[in-house]
């Protein structure tokens, strides 16, 4: 064989293999179950982005998916979507497939196998209108496949602070306690604190029917199986939920689902927020979504900070709660209000303490008066709307003002008043709240079946405060 012969055989052979090389698909990355304690799972072998998802093959069982909360070393921590019941040791896990968008008629791309990692993405559109979906936008109200949406990945970067129009209009939430002493600003984020039980979940469902608003979403995070359907059927009503979307992910769903509900929730707003829409978003509850995280945060060993919550905690809330608010450039709005429950009637609860720092406002509903059949229960010598001022005239600002501060002189004497104690007379200013308290009260009051717009709102606190005693 001549020295030429011998070149091109090589030559040959080289390029024969490497067109096998580049016809070959890209090598298939599997790792290994190895130990699964609590809520945790970990897998070594496999070494992929936190956030990934990843599916865990068992034989005779049908897949788990999973997504990556942590590594350590070697070992990658994962956090269970669904059942692990059938898992055992041995067990194969392996990422995700990265999802691929279809394409058009007559494009042409290519798609990166070898670095493509699977992101989760969840279905967003105008079809999500009038339904109630899970934390995997898959329908639970039994009305087929949910038509008029695409797969959109669930992580949005942040809007730049400076891009978000100012907090200037007002929102009429058809209540009108709200409407005439706190004042909501179209944009506004809004804390409802209160222990159970004293009615918050009906206040939503009167702003979920009542606020001026195109689109509502509702999203029921950690509570009870059987308030889901009460509050969509009972609550919501046809009405509301003909504007609505409900994202349910209940209280015997994994922390992890807990988690993304929330999030998928507050990205559906996003959606229609994009779109140039004024949303409402009714989140129930904050809470019971720092308690997921906290169920995750302890599973993988982070150490417990304030009352058992770690720091992700707080550092996770304001990352969710930021994402609402005014579109780029004053175009759409979410204005949301986070439903967060006060351990034992106590305001000083640390997720309280953090959900009232990040919040523009806090309703806080009392149990006394829900006990005393005050609904609904505001308490408005607690509560205050942070961007009222901005948003209501100068003449509604002091009507406001002038009704907190006779309201909170007869809070005062309130004990001396009922044992007979206090002399009329004797204080001009407690004489005034005596003679206004029974207007003041009804005023307060509201069946759950009536609405209040803004303009009769202030009309009703101006002709609470000007009636005179012999009238109360």
Known sequence: MT????????????????????????????????????????????RVPVGSQCWIHTHGQAPVLTEVVGFSGDRAFLMPAGD??????????????????PLRLGERRQVERETALAVLRLPLGDGLLGRVVDAHGNPMDYKGPIPDVASVPLDRKPINAMDRAPVRDTLDTGIRAINALLTVGRGQRLGLFSGSGVGKSVLMGMMARYTQADVIVVGLIGERGREVKEFIEDILGDEGRARSV?????????????????????????????????????MDSLTRYAMAQREIALAIGEPPATKGYPPSCFAKLPQLVERSGNGLNGVGSITAFYTVLSEGDDQQDPIADAARAILDGHIVLSRTLAEAGHFPAIDIEQSASRVMHNVVSREHFELARNFKAIYSQYEKGRDLVQIGAYVRGSDPAMDQA???????????????????????????????LTTTPGEA
């Open 3 to 46: 020295p030429l012969d011998a070149t091109l055989k090589w030559e040959s052979f080289f390029v024969n293999a490497q067109k096998r090389v580049q016809g070959a698909g890209a090598l298939e990355v599997r790792g290994t179950l190895t130990r699964l304690a609590g809520l945790v799972l970990e897998a070594v072998g496999i």
């Open 84 to 101: 692990v019941h059938g898992l055992s040791s041995g067990a194969s896990v392996e990422p995700a497939p990265a999802y691929v968008a």
């Open 246 to 282: 409900v994202v349910a992910a209940p209280a015997d769903a994994p922390p992890l689902l807990r988690m993304q509900g929330a999030a998928y929730a507050t990205a559906v707003a996003e959606s229609f927020r994009d779109k140039g829409k004024h949303v409402l978003l009714l």
């Open 434 to 464: 005596i003679a206004l308290h029974s207007p003041m009260m009804q005023f307060l009051q509201q069946d759950m079946f009536e609405a209040a717009t803004m303009d009769s709102s202030i009309s009703a606190m101006r002709s609470a």
